[in-house]
């Protein structure tokens, strides 16, 4: 069983471009949720996706958007950054929507300079 | 508004002590709480969990203790081991939301020889 995979681990943009972060879910996971941490901070729930929808969002403008493949993995596409964007992007997969433990991944690290 | 807080940023524990993280919530919704430990460069890894309907949950040398009156629970680890050094998040979460995870700000513990 493979784990939780992002890519890539490390980023720098400038100020007003656009990303795209990836996500492979863990394999049999439905559900992948991704979670922007700031130095210092806990991770903020971005939004989720089950079955190719969003299913839920969290305090994030509409510049954060996200899709979900057939095969589960994801991506987290961020539009005009901005320099508070600089944070790692956690992606979590679950087997279930209603799956209480969530998988992470190891980050992305993106720099907004 | 931080809906989960742990108001230690860190803790430095001696091998072999009990070590105990607090967390306090605020969201009263909250019925499910998971603490994760996060290595640095890796993601967190889900480490113990409660139902609120629960005051107790024990794995091995993790037990978490919930007191929904005061909105509040804890995590002990006994016996402390130099592997235990990482940075502890607490998270709660709503039955029927279960995977979109409100975290804490975490609290790093460091565990001497």
């Known amino acids: 069983e493979t784990g939780v995979t992002q890519s890539p681990t490390h980023l720098i943009k400038t100020r007003g471009q656009q990303v795209t972060l990836r996500c492979s879910s863990q394999?049999?996971?439905?559900?992948v949720s991704w979670y922007q941490q700031a130095l210092g901070q806990g991770p903020q729930f971005i939004f989720q996706?089950?079955?190719?929808?969003?299913?839920g969002r969290g305090n994030f403008p509409p510049r954060f958007s996200g899709l979900q493949f057939p095969n589960y993995s994801s991506e987290l596409n961020v539009n005009a950054l901005e320099l508070d964007d600089s944070a790692l992007y956690l992606c979590?997969?679950?087997?279930?929507?209603?799956?209480?433990?969530?998988?992470f991944g190891q980050g992305t690290r993106l720099t907004v300079v | 508004d931080q809906q989960v807080k742990q108001n230690s940023p860190s803790l430095s524990v001696q091998e072999g002590r009990i070590s105990i993280l607090n967390c306090d919530y605020t969201n009263s919704m909250f019925d499910y709480f998971l603490w994760y430990k996060k290595y640095p460069a890796e993601g967190p890894t889900f480490l113990i969990s409660?139902?609120?309907?629960?005051d107790k949950n024990e794995d091995g040398r993790f037990t978490v203790f919930l007191n929904k009156s005061a909105k509040h629970l804890s995590l002990h680890i006994v016996p402390s081991q130099p592997g235990d050094s990482a940075v502890y998040f607490c998270a709660a979460t709503l039955t029927g939301t279960a995977s979109k995870l409100t975290f804490g700000t975490g609290t790093r513990l460091q565990v001497t020889l």
């Open positions: 394999s049999g996971h439905n559900t």
């Open positions: 979590a997969s679950s087997r279930y929507r209603d799956s209480f433990e969530a998988f």
């Open positions: 409660i139902s609120s309907i629960k």
């Open positions: 996706y089950y079955r190719e929808e969003e299913n």
